[in-house]
């Protein structure tokens, strides 16, 4: 039953991610709500079979049913990251609901700051209204740890960003996570995010990465997933 329930969740997820990609692409440009994806080269509306997520992908081997051309093997791992961070979300619930729409939020936010290093704020709206919500409600319950876990991190963070280490949209998501999960939670999520980065790094720089610029909030998004998992 677990298992099934992980399954669909996890369908689901890729679903969203999915849709998180075609929203990232066309975000001002065009609709994005009905309009079907489309193929980058030949410019041919996928049709539903098209669309379904990963199984599509694998059945047509990564190409495009018409004009054969490679369709990018970033979208299936969007898809797969989605797809993982949504397994243990109860949707049948007020508290899953909320957390699906923070998720789906911040992971749109991951892709377009890893396709054009920067975001439209307003993708950020929903994670930020839920984070305040939550915020208020559980602010008089804060206990002494929490102040430890959050202050410290916090100040860093800040520290980076005054000297432009550090983008203040990976503050903001840092200041997102502390109030809608809890500060520790935040804290393990960057935490994870820069061993993920560092790792990517050294596999795929070795040693002259020196004065690279890279977008992190990809990587906070895998450390979000892999919180969501272990919690
Ligand atoms: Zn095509």
């Known amino acids: 039953m677990k298992f099934l329930f992980s399954l669909t969740n996890f369908f689901i997820g890729c679903c969203l991610a999915s849709h998180a990609a075609v929203i990232s692409d066309r975000f001002e440009k065009e609709d994005f709500i009905f309009k079907r994806s489309k193929c980058d080269y030949c410019g041919y509306e996928l049709s539903l079979l098209d669309e379904i997520p990963i199984i599509s992908h694998l059945l047509l081997k990564g190409k495009c049913r018409y004009c054969h051309s490679p369709i990018p093997i970033k979208l299936l791992i969007i898809e797969i990251i989605g797809g993982l961070a949504y397994i243990n979300i109860s949707f049948n619930q007020k508290s899953g609901i909320a957390d699906a729409i923070l998720i789906f939020s911040l992971l749109l936010v991951a892709i377009c700051d890893y396709e054009e290093m920067e975001f439209n704020l307003a993708m950020l709206v929903p994670a930020i209204y839920l984070a305040l919500i939550t915020e208020i409600n559980r602010f008089p ?18 520290y980076y960003v005054l000297n432009k280490k550090l983008g203040s949209g990976d503050l903001f998501i840092y200041l997102i ?3 809608y999960f809890k500060p520790q939670f935040a804290d393990l999520t960057f935490l994870s995010a820069s061993i993920f980065l560092i790792i990517h790094f050294l596999l795929e720089y070795k040693d002259n990465f020196k004065g690279k610029e890279v977008a992190f909030i990809p990587y906070i998004f895998i450390g979000l997933t892999l919180q969501l998992l272990i919690h």
């Open 141 to 158: 319950s804060y206990r002494i740890a929490d102040y430890i876990e959050f202050v410290p991190i916090l100040i860093l963070l800040t």
């Open 177 to 179: 996570l502390a109030f």
